[in-house]
């Protein structure tokens, strides 16, 4: 029997997307232009597993790194470069197509400029909630949004309706003032009314503190997804008897569907030590799957180069702490579900190629090349675990 563990770079692009000029991002780098922003980064475990070389083959240009010590991440790697079929470029259709359900048809979208929600809709979930009406009801970085209404979201108690260019509703509230069950019960209410206009998600974003300027993000954010449309390889395990450990917002981003356990743990650091517990304790025949998110909520849409940097340094460095448990059959995927260029305009995701890093202590390296569909990862698992298999992707395996 084995084990199979995801690390999910959330957002972390090689650039090279072949089509990226349809989604205006040509020369989007995520790793690359950090890389060169930063001076160098000291990432000597994802270079020796493969990662500098296939960020060259993907962009064309290899990430200057710079200098890097040995590293005691002394295994078989397979590494790829891998292009995503799905139509969009966020969270849910990279993720669900790894899983082996590419997102083929359009997402609903609200439009960025105010109002962006359509006046019946407001209307709907107002009264269904019991409140007296919206703040926002524009597309805006959501740190910037709570800054700018958090004083009157205390003194009027309407909440901050927003969205981006991904297809979402996000709905920011205070934690002590609106009180977080209450926003979660108006998130469970909004998922229900946007279903007509095929939203993939509902965002709950909770903050803290009193006066502009000092407002913050709480950890308590909660996403209400609609479900994978057809079963994933989440699916599949669960159903035959496997465990699905799911870490950070992986359970959200699934709609809880093919989770047999779900931990929602945040930050670096703590997503990190959660994991390796999971590792460290899971039966045979699992399934651990982590989202760090850090890198594209924290660093990624907010421009942020230099916390990008220095999470990928760190993220770097707890890896060879992987090693001590796995056993001699269990697999690691490290990849990602998109790109978010810091240096790039705007502050959405950018259309990417992501890298594909499969270690283990009886995988034999090699280079795998392009990988034409992130559902590769799916079938991969499929064939790893003998489930059934896919009708997209192949089996690097």
């Not at 709907?124 to 007296?132: H, P, R, T």
Request: hydrophobic content about 40%; charged content about 25%.
């Amino acid at each position: 029997m084995s084990r199979a563990i995801i690390l999910m770079m959330d957002s972390f692009g090689i650039g090279g997307a072949h089509d990226a000029e349809k989604f205006d991002n040509t020369g989007a780098n995520t790793f690359g232009h950090i890389a060169e922003a930063n001076g160098g980064l000291k990432i000597p475990n994802l270079h020796r597993l493969g990662l500098t070389q296939v960020a060259e083959a993907a962009s064309g240009k290899a990430p200057n790194i710079g200098l890097q010590v040995k590293s005691p991440m002394d295994i078989g790697c397979i590494k790829a470069h891998m292009s995503e079929t799905s139509v969009a470029k966020d969270t849910t259709s990279g993720h669900w197509e790894m899983a082996g359900v590419p997102v083929l048809q359009s997402w609903g979208y609200f439009k960025p400029d105010y109002p962006s929600f359509p006046d019946s809709l407001v209307k709907d979930i107002c009264q269904e909630a019991g409140i007296s009406g919206i703040l926002g009801n524009k597309a805006a970085s959501g740190t910037e949004i709570i800054q700018e209404l958090g004083e009157e979201h205390i003194k009027t108690g309407k909440p901050i309706f927003y969205t981006s260019a991904d297809s979402c509703l996000q709905i920011a509230a205070h934690e002590k003032h609106f009180g977080l069950d209450k926003l979660y019960k108006l998130c469970e209410i909004a998922f229900e009314k946007v279903k007509p206009y095929n939203i993939a998600r509902i965002i709950a974003r909770p903050f803290a503190g009193e006066k502009a300027g000092e407002f913050t993000r709480t950890p308590n954010r909660h996403d209400y997804s609609v479900k994978p449309f057809a079963p994933t390889v989440l699916d599949k395990m669960k159903t035959a008897g496997g465990n699905v450990i799911a870490i950070g917002k992986i359970s959200d981003i699934y709609a809880g569907q093919g989770i047999t356990k779900a931990l929602h743990a945040s930050g670096l650091e703590e997503l990190w030590d959660v994991t390796l517990d999971e590792v460290m304790n899971a039966p045979e025949n699992s399934i651990i799957f982590t989202n760090f998110v850090d890198f594209d909520m924290l660093w990624g849409h907010r421009r942020n180069v230099k916390g990008y940097a220095d999470g990928l340094e760190y993220f770097d460095s707890r890896l060879p702490e992987l090693l001590p448990f796995l056993k001699d059959n269990d697999i690691v995927i490290i990849t990602a579900d998109h790109g978010n260029d810091p240096t790039y305009k705007g502050t959405d995701h950018t259309r990417e190629q992501v890298p594909m890093l499969l270690f283990g202590k009886k995988i034999q390296s090699r280079d795998a090349g392009e990988s034409k569909t992130f559902a590769d990862i799916a079938q991969t698992l499929a064939r790893y675990f003998g489930l059934e298999p896919f009708e997209y992707g192949k089996s690097f395996l």
